[in-house]
C-alpha cells in the first residue's frame, strides 16, 4: 500500500505570510495528487486535483506543484480563513485512496 | 446546487450493524460514481468504499471488506452502506462524497459510534 506522509505536522504562521506544506508518496502516484482543507466540524473542500490545478472557485493564493513522489501545496499570503487542515490524497491504482496524516497551519 | 445528507448514524454496541443513508440532489445522481470517506474523532480521513453509476463495481479498503456493503437507488438518488460486524474502531464520522475518486461534493456526515 502507498502511503502518504505529510511535513509538518503544524505549521504556525502569520496572516499575510506564505505557507508552505508539503505531501511524500512511499511509491510514486504520478500526478494524481489531491489537496483538502478542512475545519472544525465540516466536510473536507477540494483545492487541488492533477497536483495542480485548482478546483473550481478555488483562489488563486492556492497553488500545488509536484510529480512522482514529492508535492507541495502553496499558500501565498495566509488570510483568517485559511487556518485549517490540509490534506493531501493519492488516488491511482486503487485499492485504496490513501490520505495523508494532515497538517494544522495555526495562527502564530 | 449539489446537496448530499447522510443519515442513519447512531450508538451501536461491539458486533452490531447500522445502515447509513446519503441523498442526493442537485445532480444527475445515476451519472456518477458515489463514494464513502470516514473519519474517526481527531483523527484523518479514510476512503472506505465506492460504487459506480450502474451498482456493476464496488471497491472497498480491507479493513471493512466483508463487513461493509455499498450500494445504491437511482430511482431515490440515494446511497447506502450497510454495516455489519462493526467494532470499536468504526467508530468515525461517515461523509458521503460524489465521485469516483477526487471529490468536490462532499455531505456533512453523520457519526456513528461503536461502544458497549
Known amino acids: 500500500e502507498i502511503v502518504m506522509t505529510q511535513s509538518p505536522a503544524t505549521l504556525s504562521v502569520s496572516p499575510g505570510e506564505r505557507a508552505t506544506l508539503s505531501c511524500r508518496a512511499s511509491?510514486?502516484?504520478?500526478?494524481?495528487l489531491a489537496w483538502y482543507q478542512q475545519k472544525p466540524g465540516q466536510a473536507p473542500r477540494l483545492l487541488i486535483y492533477?497536483?495542480?490545478t485548482r478546483a473550481t472557485g478555488i483562489p488563486a493564493r492556492f497553488s500545488g506543484s509536484g510529480s512522482g513522489t514529492e508535492f507541495t501545496l502553496t499558500i501565498s499570503s495566509l488570510q483568517s480563513e485559511d487556518f485549517a487542515v490540509y490534506y493531501c490524497?493519492?488516488?491511482?491504482?486503487?485499492?485504496?485512496?490513501?490520505f495523508g496524516q494532515g497538517t494544522k497551519v495555526e495562527i502564530k | 446546487e449539489v446537496q448530499l445528507v447522510e443519515s442513519g448514524g447512531g450508538v451501536v454496541q461491539p458486533g452490531g450493524s447500522l445502515r447509513l443513508s446519503c441523498a442526493a440532489s442537485?445532480?444527475?445522481?445515476?451519472?456518477?460514481?458515489m463514494s464513502w470517506v470516514r473519519q474517526a474523532p481527531g483523527k484523518g480521513l479514510e476512503w472506505v468504499a465506492n460504487?459506480?453509476?450502474?451498482?456493476?463495481?464496488?471497491h472497498y479498503v480491507d479493513s471493512v471488506t466483508g463487513r461493509f456493503t455499498i450500494s445504491r437507488d437511482n430511482a431515490k438518488n440515494s446511497l447506502y452502506l450497510q454495516m455489519n460486524s462493526l467494532r470499536v474502531e468504526d467508530t468515525a464520522v461517515y461523509f458521503c462524497?460524489?465521485?469516483?475518486?477526487?471529490?468536490?461534493?462532499w455531505g456533512q456526515g453523520t457519526l456513528v459510534t461503536v461502544s458497549s
Open positions: 492533477g497536483a495542480s
Open positions: 490524497q493519492r488516488y491511482n491504482n486503487w485499492p485504496p485512496w490513501t
Open positions: 462524497a460524489r465521485d469516483y475518486s477526487v471529490s468536490s461534493h
Open positions: 460504487i459506480k453509476q450502474d451498482g456493476s463495481e464496488k
Open positions: 442537485g445532480f444527475t445522481f445515476s451519472s456518477y460514481w
Open positions: 511509491q510514486s502516484v504520478s500526478s494524481n
